[in-house]
Structure formats: C-alpha cells, structure tokens
C-alpha cells in the first residue's frame, strides 16, 4: 500500500463532501497538472491510503483519510465540452488527464496543520513542503507514522 496527499480546496471538495458522497465513494477528478496526473496515472493504486489536504484556506490542514477504490481512468470532463475542466486537445484515444475513485475512511480526532508539519522536524522532507502546489503528492511509510501520531491516531 502506497501513501499519497491528495490536496482540495474545501470549498469546491471537502472531506466533509466525500463522506457525504453515496457510499461515501467520490470520483477525485480535475487534475491538471502533468506531474500530479503522471502520478495518478502511473502509480496509483486500488487499496493505497488518501491523506486529504485542505488547502486554499486561512489554516490549511491534513483533515483525515481516504482510499483509492479505483485506478487511474480517462477523467471524463476532459471530454465534455459544457465543463469548466473541458480540453479540446484530449482525444478519447489517446486521453490527457486521468482521475481515480476513492472511499472515505475517517476524519482526524485533530487536524494536522501545516504550521504543526513545518515545525516538525520528521516531516522537512515532505513533499508538500518542497513542491506545495502539487495536488497528489507521495508520502513516506515514516512521515505517516508522524502524522498520525500528531493526528492522535494510529497509522494504518
């Protein structure tokens, strides 16, 4: 099981919204960015764990998990030319952005903020400290044990 934070701005996908969603099964789509779909389409996987990010706010905060219930797939928005996320150059032969379903596992009992991940020193090396605005990042085996003890839970 691999580890990714998947960054959202809450107020257009919360973590609140994907627990809310039927099943609490949402489609995590709208990346466009090439490296964040690199990620998504090549290493992705069913069953790897979701750290949600919100980001785009005053406290911006790792608020609790999620996990990949389907791989990578053709985002059909790409394709659909009433979307915002419309891309007249992706061609259903050859697709340009990809997007992936998850499951909502849990809220966080604390948020973990990102003052608390920049005072950590265990954390320095995270992604989300070096390439902020990347919306699917890696996380390490070894960061996640920190986060979720700073989190007040167990890692998974």
């Known amino acids: 099981m691999a580890i990714w934070l998947l960054k959202t701005e809450p107020a257009e996908c919360s973590l609140?919204?994907?627990?809310?969603?039927?099943?609490?099964?949402?489609?995590?789509?709208?990346?466009?960015?090439?490296?964040a779909r690199n990620l998504l389409r090549?290493?992705?996987r069913v069953g790897d764990l979701c750290l949600i990010?919100?980001?785009g706010i005053r406290e911006p905060a790792l608020v609790g998990s999620a996990e990949v219930l389907r791989a990578a797939y053709p985002d059909p928005a790409q394709f659909d030319a009433a979307s915002p996320l419309h891309d007249p150059a992706s061609k259903a032969a050859s697709p340009r952005w990809f997007c992936i379903d998850i499951r909502y596992?849990?809220?966080?009992?604390?948020?973990?903020?990102?003052?608390?991940?920049?005072?950590?020193?265990a954390l320095a090396a995270m992604v989300l400290l070096r390439?902020?605005?990347?919306?699917?990042?890696?996380?390490t085996d070894a960061e996640w044990r920190v986060i979720a003890g700073l989190a007040g839970m167990a890692p998974a």
Request: glycine share 10%; no cysteine; net charge positive.
């Open 16 to 35: 609140d919204d994907i627990r809310a969603a039927t099943g609490g099964v949402m489609r995590w789509d709208g990346i466009r960015n090439y490296q």
């Open 42 to 44: 090549d290493a992705v």
């Open 53 to 55: 990010y919100h980001a």
């Open 105 to 121: 596992r849990e809220h966080f009992p604390r948020p973990l903020t990102l003052g608390v991940i920049k005072a950590t020193s």
């Open 131 to 139: 390439q902020g605005r990347l919306s699917v990042q890696p996380v």
